[in-house]
């Protein structure tokens, strides 16, 4: 991670929301990409990706080391994949 980005996660830890928009887009193709993979269908990705940028809003305070900020938002995604896949296969 560059230094510029770990500037960026001190900055939305401290509240910064704007800080943390551009982690976020800098993360966005990466995050779609491994949504659509996972979910198969764009709606859904996409509504996974604004499901992401909510739980990164809400528990940024609680990253504990900068530098893994990005696994900490891939793990995110991929939380709220797998809980998805979990209920569409409960539907059928």
Same mark, same amino acid.
């Given at each position: 991670?560059?230094? =510029?980005?770990?500037?960026?996660?001190?900055?939305?830890?401290?509240?910064?929301?704007?800080?943390?928009?551009?982690?976020?887009?800098?993360?966005? *193709?990466?995050?779609?990409?491994?949504? #659509?993979?996972?979910?198969? !269908?764009?709606?859904?990705?996409? *509504?996974?990706?604004? *499901?992401?940028?909510?739980?990164?809003?809400?528990?940024?305070?609680?990253?504990?080391? !900068? *530098?893994?900020?990005?696994?900490?938002? #891939?793990?995110?995604? =991929? !939380?709220?994949?797998?809980?998805?896949?979990?209920?569409?296969?409960?539907? =059928?």
């Amino acid at each position: 991670m560059s230094e =510029l980005d770990l500037t960026m996660v001190k900055k939305a830890k401290k509240g910064d929301e704007d800080a943390l928009y551009q982690l976020i887009l800098s993360h966005k *193709e990466q995050l779609y990409r491994m949504a #659509i993979s996972y979910l198969k !269908n764009e709606d859904d990705a996409v *509504e996974a990706i604004q *499901e992401t940028t909510y739980r990164a809003y809400k528990g940024i305070k609680k990253l504990r080391k !900068n *530098e893994y900020f990005t696994t900490w938002l #891939i793990r995110i995604l =991929l !939380n709220y994949c797998h809980d998805e896949v979990k209920k569409k296969k409960r539907a =059928l």
